[in-house]
């Protein structure tokens, strides 16, 4: 059997050749992007930290107003027990509605207070995630992405009912001519914008003339809009349902000091 050293010397050197392009122009960029990545989490997760002392700090004051209200309230009852003494039990039964009152009234003002400050709390935790949710979400908008996203807009149209149709269908038989604009958060392919035309006269049976707008604020979606009517899905969509989630929850309430 003979062996052509050359031509697997040759092979061997297209190899090697291959091997180190890739390196340049694939894996170093990769690696870069994901060290990049990694220190951009790293940098969230101090800002969150510091957050987290923050909040800390907060309640570390709220446990000294707290401390300061007892010895304040303790003060209150030994001057009401010294003129009661010296006044008789009228003046007594008196100081102590005067202490009870101001007790009552204390108690509400920290427990509003205490409840602005957690409300600050979430608040400001929330805006937080879902300002790096859609960062994240932007930062994923590739090519394949917006290719999936038009493809899922179109199952979506051709998925639909009668029901669901008919607005859209009213919507466009009362413009004349018909006309409707199809936005999206990227610029479409030719390609794509003749599928999604072809989506939305075969699913409205209208032959209605489309124009195409790029609207960067859709985040990751689609949207059919025509007079009144508008049918779309965007992955901006899903954040108000995690935002109504994280409000949902009710932070456990700090006890308050008995009378």
Not at 3 to 15: E, K, P, S, Y
Not at 33 to 61: G, M, Y
Not at 67 to 80: G, M, N, S, T, V
Not at 166 to 179: I, N, Q
């Amino acid at each position: 059997m003979h062996i052509d050293w050359v031509t697997i010397g040759a092979q061997a050197l297209n190899f090697l050749i291959l091997m180190g392009l890739l390196k340049h122009f694939l894996y170093k960029p990769i690696l870069d992007a994901i060290d990049t990545r990694e220190k951009s989490i790293a940098s969230q997760l101090a800002d969150a930290k510091q957050q987290e002392a923050a909040a800390q700090k907060e309640k570390d004051a709220f446990g000294q107003k707290n401390a300061a209200f007892d010895a304040d309230r303790a003060e209150l009852l030994k001057k009401a027990t010294v003129a009661a003494n010296a006044q008789g039990k009228t003046l007594i039964d008196a100081a102590r509605a005067d202490a009870d009152a101001e007790t009552a009234k204390r108690h509400d003002a920290l427990k509003i207070e205490e409840q602005q400050l957690v409300g600050s709390i979430r608040h400001r935790t929330s805006e937080g995630v879902f300002a790096v949710a859609r960062k994240m979400m932007a930062d994923l908008a590739d090519a394949s992405l917006e290719a999936s996203i038009g493809k899922v807009f179109i199952r979506r149209l051709q998925s639909m009912d009668a029901a669901a149709t008919a607005p859209m269908k009213a919507a466009l038989a009362s413009v004349h001519p018909a006309k409707a604009v199809v936005r999206s958060a990227f610029d479409m392919t030719a390609r794509q914008q003749t599928a999604i035309h072809k989506a939305v006269a075969d699913t409205f049976a209208s032959d209605a003339a489309i124009n195409f707008e790029t609207v960067p604020a859709l985040l990751g979606g689609i949207e059919l809009v025509v007079g009144g009517q508008k049918l779309g899905w965007s992955i901006a969509d899903y954040l108000p349902a995690m935002r109504a989630g994280v409000d949902a929850v009710e932070p456990d309430p700090a006890p308050i000091p008995a009378a």
